[in-house]
């Protein structure tokens, strides 16, 4: 299941509506695209947002994940193979790209693809045929490409790390998907989305959000885009059954920051460590941290440190 449950594309605001109807053209246009952004933004979704408007909806949409397969299989993998054509080559193999015959081929993380992998879907690319393993002839295919990256792909041109007639090849529209620290209008709705989908197996599910809980999300920086807030949506509903999600569900790291608590001092650490270690006998800690009593009694005291032990000696 990728960022949103392989569902819709949730959120109204003003950049993903932007991508939703430049989307919605170009599977019109019948053209290869590429879609680029950060890993979890959603990117599968966009590829079959285009499949379900375009006039090949009724076709297979196959996914491929280009980093998933070891170079050795890749071609196998794509283009198929005959029965008996190597070891283990059971059956006969349609390949994905067969698979996706009439319909869209959506390779994911396409820059991982290696430079010989990426010459022979260029060359399946430009004579709409595939040659399985073992195969004496070629199959005439009729597939669109829909490509995805996370990488600089201009950048792994002028590196020679990507070939530039396969990046002229897949990039002839590009849909660049914005992060989500930068669509602060669909934050809200797409949690409270993940919360209806995971709520369904829960008896008691919460029902919203706490308003700081909300905060923290609008304020939070999102590294790991949709699919964070995915997963801690979904870790905030293992807890015991309570009507609102609140701050003790979720990571700390995305509490609003006048709701952390304060930082421990390394003081007041070194002394916790060393009364534990000690058993919480204090002239024990003491001789530990090389202070005199007098001074660790006064630091505990500053400290608000409370005996951890039933019967501590001291």
């Not at 950060?38 to 379900?52: D, F, P, Q, W």
Request: glycine share 6%.
């Amino acid at each position: 299941m990728n960022t949103q449950a392989s569902g819709p594309m949730v959120g109204n605001g003003l950049k993903i509506s932007a991508v939703k109807d430049f989307a919605g053209r170009v599977a019109r246009a019948n053209c290869n695209v590429l879609v680029t952004g950060e890993t979890g933004t959603g990117k599968e979704l966009v590829a079959r947002l285009i499949h379900s408007l375009s006039l090949r909806a009724k076709a297979p949409l196959v996914c491929f994940n280009c980093a998933a397969i070891p170079d050795a299989l890749l071609e196998a993998e794509l283009f198929g193979h005959e029965k008996g054509a190597f070891t283990g080559a059971w059956q006969r193999s349609e390949g994905r790209i067969g698979e996706a015959h009439t319909g869209t081929l959506f390779l994911d993380e396409v820059g991982e693809m290696s430079l010989i992998a990426q010459a022979k879907v260029l060359r399946s690319m430009e004579s709409g045929q595939i040659q399985r393993l073992g195969a004496k002839g070629t199959t005439p295919v009729d597939i669109r490409l829909v490509a995805a990256t996370n990488q600089d792909l201009e950048a792994m041109v002028r590196d020679g790390r990507f070939r530039k007639d396969l990046y002229f090849r897949l990039n002839v529209a590009q849909i660049a998907l914005p992060p989500l620290r930068e669509r602060l209008d669909d934050i809200l709705e797409l949690a409270e989305h993940f919360l209806r989908l995971f709520s369904v197996a829960s008896p008691k599910p919460p029902v919203d959000f706490s308003s700081r809980v909300k905060v923290g999300f609008l304020r939070y920086s999102w590294p790991g885009n949709i699919r964070e807030l995915k997963n801690v949506v979904e870790v905030a509903l293992v807890h015991e059954p309570y009507p609102l999600v609140e701050l003790n569900h979720i990571p700390e790291a995305i509490w609003p920051p006048e709701s952390r608590p304060e930082p421990m001092p390394a003081d007041r650490a070194r002394i916790l460590d060393a009364l534990r270690f000690a058993h919480w006998n204090k002239s024990e800690a003491a001789k530990q941290l090389h202070w005199s009593r007098m001074t660790l009694y006064r630091k505990i005291a500053r400290y608000s440190i409370q005996d951890e032990s039933s019967d501590a000696a001291t």
